[in-house]
Every structure is written in C-alpha cells, then in structure tokens.
C-alpha cells in the first residue's frame, strides 16, 4: 500500500535538471545524500535529498517500528547498489563464509543514516523568497485572528478526537511514544511518532464531512469570511519530500538480535579500507551531525576505488550494451 507522494516530482525533476545543465556527479551525490547538512539554504540541494524519500513507504502500516526498520533497510541498500554496485542485503542478517561484507559492516554503513528524519512539507525556497513570505503570511494572520480563532474552536475538538482515533490503531507502546511531549522522546521515538503523525494526518483530510447541518453552515461561513482576505495572503511556497537530521544526539543503532556486538557507529566497509570516517556538523548546517556528509564526501573522493568506475559502467552499458571493463579516468 504504497503512499501517494504529489511531490516527488520534484526529485525527479531534479535528477533531469542535473544531467541537462551537466552537474558534476561528484556534487550531484553529495547533494542526494546531504543536502541539507552542506547546502541547506539551496532550494535544489534540499530537493536533492528526495532520493531517500523515494524508497518503500506503507502508509497505513500500523508497525511503525517495523515500517522504520524496513526503511532504513531500503536506504542502505539502494545507496550501496546505486553508487557502489556492491549489494549488501545477504550480510543484512548474518556474516557468509565467502562475503567479505561482515553484518557489523552493513549496520555501521547503516548508522550513516539512522539519524535521519523524514520531513514532507519543507519550502524549497531562498532565505528572501522565505523572508518575503513569512512577512505576509504574517499580515494576513494578524488581519484573520478572529475568523480563524473561531474555525479553531470548532474544528480543534474533532481533530484531537480524530487523532485519537488513529492513534489507537497503533499497540500501546507505540501510543506511549505519540504521547510524550516531542522534547522529551528520544531521537528514534521522533522518528516512530512522524509516521504515526502521517496517519493522523490521513485521518484528518475526513474533516469537512464531520461537520452537519448548522455547524456545517457555521463553519462554511467562517471559511467564507476568510476569502475576503484572500489578496493578503501570500500564494504557497513550493514544497518537496526532504530530510533533515532529527537530533544532534542520534539514538544508538544495534545489530538486531546482537546488542552484545555493541553499537553501531558510522564507519566505511572494511573491505574497503580501514580508515575512520570524520564526523562533526558541517559549517552550513551546524544542527546537523554530519554523518550524511561524511559519508558523501568518502564516496565522492578522488581516489575511491568504485564510484566513479560504477557511473560509467552504467552509462556506457546504456549507451553501448556493455559497461566499461577498465578503470574509470
């Protein structure tokens, strides 16, 4: 039951974008995987991290936990099939007699990302264009205070017993989580309760129908009286399936079933070599861990072995049946 996403084309468009203006693939990796961690005051970095928001999403899925954990599982993947051409998923439950690709390898791969949160309703606009309309919007709460302050005290009522409805459908534990004060979850419950909230949000879009008869009439003329103001407000800011990071303090990532191994930090794949990725927020977005771009900046690095080989055996297969053998230059 995959959700409908009206924005991803904004990902999409991107991706064009990018190869029509010849972006340099080096950055045009960089911002798919932390866009918002290097250049998050540009609206095409922040559109660029739509390529982890475009793998599996249930969204009636009542395991949240579950939901998140085949999600991460999609991420790790794709990213090592896409830009490494190596496939992880067998070390996903236990290490094989032949793989060099340990499971401790695939969940620390995967810690690179576990701090990620999901964000649906981010303007992919210029610190002016936000500016500009943060002042109007601004001007037309200030002349609507009244309207909107009685819309909210008939409609506030049936949506927190909306969400209550929905909530419910969750086990308890998951309720547990939806009712703590969001400064007192962990970074993880953040990410269960955004999934949880997403399902409240789909219960929500039922409102008009909940209204009848004079409430119904009331609650129409309201709406009305708000048309009148219609030139102060500011026309919507375009907006996309982006990513964020949820925390500075990321929940700690274990190795299912094997939590005596320890934590899983980020760290590259052994294989690869042993060389200890640098971690610290970037000077663009300081909130940030900068785990994603520490990651990014690994992959995009002259002297890796895989990445640039990888694109150019996918382009020349497309272009020729067969990609290029011999080393990428």
Not at 81 to 93: E, H, Q, R, S, W
Request: glycine letters at 4%.
């Amino acid at each position: 039951a995959d959700g409908y996403r009206p924005q991803a084309w904004r990902y999409r468009d991107y991706v064009i974008n990018a190869f029509n203006s010849d972006k340099p693939y080096d950055l045009f990796v960089m911002e798919q995987l932390a866009g918002d961690e290097l250049d998050p005051h540009n609206p095409q970095a922040l559109a660029a991290t739509g390529y982890l928001r475009a793998g599996i999403y249930e969204y009636n899925q009542r395991d949240a936990e579950g939901q998140w954990k085949t999600m991460l599982e999609d991420v790790t993947d794709t990213t090592a099939d896409t830009f490494l051409a190596l496939g992880l998923g067998c070390a996903k439950c236990h290490d094989h007699k032949f793989d060099p690709i340990l499971q401790t390898d695939y969940y620390q791969l995967q810690a690179f990302f576990s701090n990620v949160g999901l964000q649906d309703e981010t303007p992919l606009a210029t610190p002016a264009e936000l500016e500009k309309h943060q002042q109007q919007q601004q001007a037309w709460e200030a002349a609507t205070a009244d309207i909107r302050a009685e819309l909210e005290a008939m409609e506030q009522p049936v949506l927190e017993r909306m969400e209550k409805e929905a909530v419910k459908m969750f086990v308890p534990e998951l309720q547990a989580m939806w009712n703590k004060p969001a400064e007192e979850r962990t970074a993880y419950e953040n990410q269960i309760a955004f999934l949880i909230e997403l399902q409240v949000i789909d219960k929500w879009k039922s409102l008009d129908s909940a209204f009848k008869n004079e409430a119904k009439e009331k609650r129409d003329a309201l709406r009305e009286q708000l048309k009148a103001f219609d030139e102060l407000k500011p026309s919507p800011l375009p907006t996309g399936l982006t990513v964020t990071d949820i925390a500075p303090d990321p929940s700690p990532l274990y190795v299912p079933g094997k939590s005596r191994l320890g934590e899983m930090v980020p760290a590259f794949l052994t294989v690869l070599g042993d060389e200890p990725p640098v971690i610290a927020p970037t000077e663009a977005s300081p909130q940030s861990t900068g785990r994603r771009a520490a990651f990014a900046r690994w992959l995009t690095r002259p002297e890796h072995p895989l990445t640039s080989r990888v694109i150019v055996n996918r382009i020349w297969q497309q272009m020729f049946g067969t990609g290029q053998i011999g080393r990428a230059h």
